[in-house]
Structures are given as C-alpha cells and as structure tokens.
C-alpha cells in the first residue's frame, strides 16, 4: 500500500507558508514565521543581503521552502510505509 498522504499535506503547509510570506511580509509575525519554518531562509542570508533582495532571488527561496517541505512529508510516507509493511498491518 503506497501512501503519499504527507506529501502532499507537508507540501501545502511549504506553499501556504511561502504565500503568507509574500502577503504579510511587511508584518513582523509572519516574517518571523516565514523566517524560523523555512530551512532555504536560515541560509540565504550566507549567500544574498535578506533586507535588499530581489524577487527572483525570493521566487528561488519560495521554491526550495516549499521542495523542503515536500521532502520532508515524502520521508515520512516511505517510513509509514515501511513500518507499515514490516509489521503487516495496514
């Protein structure tokens, strides 16, 4: 039984993070949600000024937050599977 349940959650909570963040950025709540949930972000200020940055280089940020995410729901389905299937219940 293959599953992508957490996919595809953990995907839309990545997309919904990253749309916040371009509708309320100018708010310090959702800038410091953005900023402490996205992974991509802990690391862009290593590698571009995060006060002066341009909108492609935050589409790129956007993009890696929400694969982040969905690789993180992804590894949990393939270990639900496995579990799953290493103690036949299903």
Request: aromatic fraction near 24%.
């Amino acid at each position: 039984m293959k599953t992508s349940t957490f996919t595809w959650l953990f995907t839309f909570i990545g997309a919904a993070l990253c749309l916040g963040h371009y509708l309320f950025h100018d708010h310090d709540a959702f800038y410091m949600i953005f900023y402490a949930l996205s992974v991509p972000a802990w690391f862009a200020s290593t590698f571009t000024d995060i006060y002066e940055i341009s909108m492609f280089r935050m589409l790129i940020i956007y993009v890696l937050t929400i694969a982040t995410w969905a690789l993180v729901g992804y590894v949990i389905d393939r270990f639900s599977v496995s579990y799953r299937n290493r103690n036949g219940s299903y």
